[in-house]
């Protein structure tokens, strides 16, 4: 199975939106591009909201036969493990193997040496094509890397086996993610995790490591552009030596977490992929959901209210909200307002401050993050907030397109559209 050279990640809370999200990848697809669809629900998500993996099928299912669309799409079992995997199993045709809870775990000696061993090679100077330096590689470095990916690495070939007795060898895509850590993996650790993978006989389509800087939930990318950007087009020359050297499936590309929203980092990633003419994956998801609420305030009336409502109660429970997106939000107290002062809001107050049009003057990302580790806020209210989710579904609509085509797909594909 292949995905393509460039997919998005959309998918959503409520799984109300397919048609919404799918119709911007068309319009994105008419001029020119072949996005791939691909609707992702972590297991989390799923919990808080509580659907499941099979609402994620039907609503991609449903949106395709709306809107004719002819190309492939798929169904990601976001971030999930050994514990969780087994539900998706009929519904799901991608898996995000998540390992990062087994990154820097201990493994035995014995393991560490054979793999430095199998590694022998590339001690040295180590020239990868396209990267200006050589990268200096010492046992110690290979030890160290060793320690601490091994056994997420072998978690990950677990999963795989467990899937392709499952579903049958071929008949899904493989992602392995290791983005939900604190630290950023380099693009040397990249490149011999890539190894361990192929080693244990994992063929990875794509990649989610962890890069430098915060990837806040909901807003922009924050940290050294720079860095970022070398960073970015070091992995990407990393993956391209390693499917060759180690003899990963030639598709393997890069994966984005927590994707959406990073409009800085866009055009970089834009300019770098088509310089090495190389696919891309980007998980945004999470932005829909906020596109919801900003529809209902449009709204007005019962819309508005219910708006009003989820923030207070986004507002009272924050510390609770956040606590699980703790290394993903970035929130200043201060700097948010009070539940009287939203409850004075007009329409067009609340949707400025929440949308994502950073030099909008009403724009406050510190209400726009934890609104958006809120939704469990509105799962709670049950059928009082998908109700309006329905009755306001033309408006709603419009801005989840909107957004996925204006704000992410044309910044994401700026060389193209
Ligand atoms: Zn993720």
């Known amino acids: 199975m292949k995905l393509g050279k460039y997919s998005i990640g959309v998918g959503d809370r409520f799984t109300l939106q397919g048609k919404a999200q799918l119709s911007a990848i068309m319009k994105a697809n008419k001029k020119g591009l072949n996005i791939t669809p691909v609707w992702n629900k972590s297991n989390r998500e799923h919990n808080y909201v509580g659907t499941s993996p099979d609402d994620t099928r039907k ?16 169904v990601d079992a976001d971030h ?78 677990e999963i795989y086996a467990y899937l392709k007795k499952e579903k049958g060898e071929g008949y899904f895509i493989t ?15 990249l490149l011999f995790i890539l190894k361990m993978l192929a080693d244990k006989g994992v063929p990875a389509q794509t990649i989610a490591p962890k890069f430098t800087g915060r990837f806040n939930k909901g807003v922009d990318y924050s940290g050294d552009l720079e860095q970022f950007a070398k960073e970015f087009e070091e992995d990407i020359l990393v993956i391209d030596f390693a499917v060759k050297e180690f003899g990963l499936p030639d598709d393997l590309k890069l994966s984005i977490h927590s994707g959406s929203d990073k409009f800085s980092i866009y055009p970089i990633m834009s300019e770098i992929i088509a310089k090495h003419d190389k ?71 609340f949707a400025n401050t929440l949308r994502h049009i950073p030099d909008h003057p009403d724009y406050n990302p510190n209400f726009r993050q934890l609104i958006h580790v809120a939704y469990s806020v509105a799962a709670q209210m049950g059928d009082e907030y998908t109700d309006l989710l329905i009755k306001h579904a033309d408006l709603i609509g419009s801005f989840v397109e909107e957004n996925i085509y204006e704000r992410h797909l044309k910044k994401l594909f700026s060389i193209w559209l």
């Open 59 to 74: 609503e991609a299912d449903e949106a395709v036969k709306a809107l004719n669309y002819e190309g492939i799409y798929f």
């Open 80 to 157: 999930i493990n050994m514990d969780t995997v087994s539900k998706y199993v009929e519904t799901s045709d991608f898996f995000t193997l998540d390992v990062a809870s087994f990154i820097g775990k201990e493994t035995s000696k014995e393991h560490v040496e054979s793999f430095v061993e199998s590694c022998k090679k590339y001690i040295g100077q180590l020239q990868i094509p396209g990267i200006e330096y050589p990268i200096n590689i010492t046992k110690k470095l290979l030890q160290e890397i060793a320690g601490k990916f091994l056994v997420a690495s072998q978690q990950a070939s």
């Open 175 to 189: 992602e392995v993610s290791m983005d939900e850590v604190e630290s950023p993996q380099t693009p040397v650790e």
């Open 279 to 349: 696919g891309l994956h980007v998980k945004t998801a999470g932005t829909t959901w906020l596109e919801e609420v900003i529809g209902l305030a449009v709204a007005g009336g019962d819309g508005l209210t219910i708006a009003k409502k989820i923030y207070k109660n986004s507002y009272i429970r924050r510390e609770e909200l956040c606590a699980p997106y703790a290394d993903v939000v970035d929130i200043d107290p201060a700097d948010l307002p009070s539940v009287e002062e939203v409850n004075g809001w007009s329409s067009d107050k």
